[in-house]
């Protein structure tokens, strides 16, 4: 896969070079391109910013650099682009749609800073390419870098060889195979600790025992949790 990000802020994504998204990368599994918004300026002071028509408070991201952006990384690159644009009016970021943007070939992060993009370029994006509009969450951020970087880690690791033990995939928290519920407790050596026991099940070897014990208890944690993932009845 190839992932491009396009930022006025591009040290965010240094940190993407370590552990396992800067192992995919130095594998090849990911190609990673890092690009400076306003390197597409040509005023003095390399804007990309304006105020907004109509008036009111905060900057607009003016369009003319994104434009150029955007041409510049259709050239590097033949495969089909879909960008992606962090924006707390998107579509919620689930574990589904992780694995919606895992299966395409070219991801393009457009990190919006401001009151955000030019609706033009949006819409000039939706004319030309795959356009996702993607929310964190109900909550602002200052930019759509610290959204990039999230999704681009969860994104990164389910694509295929990037998790040495691919079945700890299909065991994590929203995954399906886990029928989308929160994962169990986990605990490792030493058995006691602070004078707290590991749950005896877990030391007795029985593997049937185990599974059931730990579905009990991703059921419980997300019914106490988190009630919305389970189904209306209270079933899951
Ligand atoms: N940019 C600002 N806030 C955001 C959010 N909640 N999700 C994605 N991008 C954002």
Avoid at 9 to 38: C, M, N, Q, T, W
Avoid at 118 to 131: A, F, G, L, P
Avoid at 140 to 156: C, F, M, P, Q
Wanted: net charge negative.
């Amino acid at each position: 896969m190839r992932i491009d990000v396009v930022s006025i802020f591009p040290d965010y994504f240094a940190p993407l070079h370590l552990s396992l998204v800067g192992k995919a990368i130095s594998s090849g599994i990911v190609e990673l391109g890092v690009h400076d918004l306003r390197g597409w300026t040509h005023d003095r002071h390399n804007t990309t910013d304006d105020t907004p028509y109509g008036g009111g408070a905060g900057m607009v991201m003016k369009p003319e650099p994104w434009g150029e952006a955007l041409d510049a990384l259709e050239e590097l690159d033949p495969a089909p682009m879909t960008i992606v644009v962090p924006t707390p009016a998107g579509r919620p970021f689930t574990q589904e749609l992780a694995y919606e943007l895992a299966a395409k070939q070219r991801l393009v992060f457009a990190c919006g800073r401001y009151e955000g993009i030019d609706q033009r370029v949006i819409d000039h994006c939706v004319e030309h390419y795959e356009v996702i509009e993607v929310s964190l969450g109900d909550y602002v951020l200052n930019g759509g870098e610290v959204a990039s970087l999230a999704v681009i880690e969860a994104v990164v690791r389910l694509l295929p060889g990037v998790i040495g033990n691919p079945e700890s995939l299909t065991e994590e928290s929203h995954s399906a195979g886990n029928g989308s519920l929160l994962e169990y407790p986990n605990y490792t050596k030493p058995p006691v600790w602070r004078g707290r026991e590991v749950p005896q099940v877990l030391l007795s070897g029985n593997h049937g025992l185990v599974a059931k014990w730990r579905r009990e208890q991703a059921v419980e944690r997300t019914r106490s949790r988190r009630p919305d993932l389970l189904a209306p009845d209270g079933r899951d």
